[in-house]
């Protein structure tokens, strides 16, 4: 493996001789207004999707970059962030959704899987199987089973949107939902609506 020296200190947050964490996490979830993160396929055909979830829950995107006085590309004014990942699985989703959270607070994380996805092709055992005899490799404990593949939609969204709901790192005032894409006419069908929990009235107020 070759490597080649490189500085690219100027470039981290973490680096910078005035760095303060907590004051630039501050300074994050004041310039960046997300509210929702949309979990969806790397498939090419499924590119509408965060565009659909915007229309649907009344979001922005894919919004505007908002530039400082020296013309650098300091925000945006999305609401929307996506993680764009093989057939949408949350499994690949939960560090991107605790991240968001603690940097810039969500509101909503939005999981889509869509018609005539990739996934709904193979089976777990068929890849685990192609890795040993192609690659020779096993990788039938590399990942959760049930998250490899979409066997069937409402299965594979009631299911990535109990184990988003149950990952410490989604906060409890988090809206989780599921929805179907049909990739030819653009339109969402809701399958999981998962709303956060009441806030809890405290005593001090009554
Ligand atoms: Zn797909």
New binding site residues.
């Given amino acids: 493996m070759n490597h080649t020296t490189h500085n690219f200190d100027a470039y981290a947050f973490s680096k910078q001789a005035d760095y303060d964490e907590a004051a630039t996490r501050g300074a994050f979830s004041q310039a960046v207004p997300l509210k929702t993160v949309v979990v969806y ?3 090419p055909r ?1 590119v509408g999707i965060p565009a659909a979830v915007a229309k649907e829950l009344g979001d922005v995107f894919p919004g505007d970059i908002v530039t400082d006085e020296a013309g650098n590309k300091a925000a945006s004014t999305a609401t929307v962030f996506e993680v764009v990942v ?3 699985r949350a499994v690949d989703a939960l560090r991107s959704v605790t991240v968001a959270q603690h940097l810039f607070g969500i509101e909503n994380v939005v999981i889509v899987h ?1 018609s005539h ?3 709904t092709s193979f089976t777990a055992d068929g890849i685990i199987d192609a890795y040993r005899n192609e690659h020779e490799v096993d990788i039938s404990d590399l990942y959760p089973r049930d998250s490899i593949c979409i066997g069937d939609y409402v299965s594979s969204l009631e299911h990535d949107t109990r184990l988003m709901r149950e990952s410490l790192g989604t906060p409890r005032h988090v809206n989780v939902f599921g929805y179907f894409y049909d990739i030819d006419s653009e339109q969402l069908t809701k399958v999981v609506e998962d709303r956060a929990e009441p806030a809890v009235e405290s005593i001090a107020s009554k």
Avoid: K, P, S, V
Wanted: proline letters at 0%.
């Fill in positions: 396929c790397f498939d499924a093989a057939g949408g869509h996805c990739g996934a």
